[in-house]
């Protein structure tokens, strides 16, 4: 969540304890328990009590629903699967307050990638010893205030960046950044980051000679991967730097294996990871992660309102289509179509002067009948490119004032909204917790 973002206080008083200090919103609706009717029902509440003939400016902007349950969900199935591997939850992927407090009490470390990511982590009473300063090339003054900080553990790929930390930083914690092959992946990192094998005797050797602690390598195989065995030749790469390190007199502890865990693909990721590293790693090395969308992609669900509509008449049929036109878009909570290949799919919300309520009914799905309306879906702003979807059908016929939510949004979205043609960054987020563990873990009745 950028730092401007507003969050809309409905809270009950037994949650006041998990909500001190904060304007966040939390909807506890009694005897309701399944995730889709918490989801449901909050999303209703909060649309429902909106008129837009009389509701202030902001009033109708997109908010979003957030489970904290699936989150912690997400937690036990990753001890499940890979127990070894302890989660440094990627802040970058969605630096919601609430999910950064709950994976705290949960037990995970965080990866911050800039000054202001570790300040959050720090702000919300997290040690310094739980924070991996992922970033192999660092802003001098950023590298500064991690070592005024105490946040000892960062990670380099080239010559520079190790005088850089020389000079600045020398009694940090190091790990290598090694070069992976990411192809399989949604978003490719190797291009920008991470020292090819043939350089990594040079980098450990200069390391050395600096008096540097290298304790670590890491490694990343891309954002979105779907490749299993991209896991399995980097941690083998990996092992060959580790061999390397200690012929130069380094005892390395711990393997960084990155990030690029997909909820989809999950446990054949980790299957192949876990045998990889008994195949490479000794028990007596420690193993962390970076996983971000994994944790927070199906935790989130977005609600949207219809701003306008424009009517397209094909003169040879007459047959109608529209343009609908959303609060919201590239430039907003979208944008991670264009720089994450996501394609968010669209729902019918609330429909009508009745205010008809369709979430998670099969009237909210898209439709594949020829008699079925079809649309485009676009943003707000004056850019052509601000377009959600192409051509999608749906069996309401949907105007100005209606509603559609999007699942699955909670992964590089509201992390990097922008604020183009003067469109507010600012969206507020309602909670709900379908899981009793997380509010036994977090002192909720």
Request: net charge negative; proline share 4%; glycine share 6%.
């Amino acid at each position: 969540m950028s730092s401007s973002a507003t969050e809309t206080l409905v809270t009950t008083p037994t949650l006041d304890r998990y909500f001190e200090n904060s304007k966040s919103s939390y909807i506890e609706l009694n005897g309701v328990n399944t995730p889709k009717q918490l989801i449901g029902n909050a999303l209703k509440e909060r649309v429902q009590n909106i008129d837009h003939d009389i509701c202030e400016p902001g009033d109708e902007d997109t908010f979003f629903v957030a489970d904290l349950g699936e989150v912690y969900r997400q937690h036990m199935r990753w001890k499940l699967n890979l127990p070894r591997v302890k989660p440094f939850y990627a802040v970058k992927c969605n630096p919601d307050p609430q999910v950064i407090r709950l994976l705290s009490e949960l037990g995970t470390g965080f990866d911050c990638a800039s000054k202001a990511e570790i300040e959050m982590v720090l702000k919300a009473g997290i040690d310094p010893s739980r924070i991996i300063y992922a970033q192999p090339c660092k802003t001098n003054s950023y590298v500064r205030y991690a070592a005024n900080q105490g946040v000892k553990q960062m990670t380099f790929d080239n010559t520079d960046e190790l005088h850089k930390i020389k000079k600045l930083y020398p009694g940090a914690e190091l790990y290598l950044r090694i070069c992976t092959d990411d192809s399989s992946s949604l978003c490719r990192l190797s291009m920008k980051f991470g020292a090819a094998m043939d350089t990594t005797e040079e980098l450990l050797s200069l390391a050395k000679e600096l008096g540097l602690n290298v304790v670590g390598v890491s490694f990343h195989v891309g954002s979105g991967a779907s490749d299993p065995l991209a896991f399995m030749n980097a941690v083998r790469d990996a092992r060959t730097v580790f061999d390397q390190a200690a012929d130069h007199g380094f005892s390395l502890h711990t393997l960084d294996v990155g990030g690029g865990f997909c909820s989809e693909t999950f446990e054949d990721m980790a299957a192949v990871l876990s045998a990889a590293l008994d195949n490479y790693m000794p028990s007596h090395i420690n193993v962390i992660g970076e996983p971000g969308r994994y944790y927070v992609s199906s935790a989130f669900t977005i609600a949207c309102h219809i701003i306008a509509r424009r009517t397209i008449t094909l003169p040879e049929t007459g047959i109608k289509s529209y343009m609908l036109y959303l609060n919201d878009g590239l430039y907003g909570n979208f944008s991670s179509i264009i720089f994450d290949h996501q394609n968010p799919i669209a729902h019918v919300l609330q429909t009508g002067a009745n205010q008809r309520f369709h979430y998670n009914a099969l009237s909210s799905q898209q439709s594949h009948h020829n008699e079925s309306t079809e649309y485009s879906i676009w943003g707000p702003t004056c850019d052509g490119i601000d377009r959600i979807a192409e051509s999608v059908r749906f069996d309401h016929t949907l105007d100005m004032g209606d509603w559609l939510y999007f699942e699955d949004m909670g992964a590089y979205t509201k992390c990097s909204a922008t604020r183009f043609n003067g469109f507010s960054d600012a969206h507020d987020v309602v909670y709900v917790c379908s899981e009793p563990g997380a509010k036994a873990l977090l002192g909720m009745k």
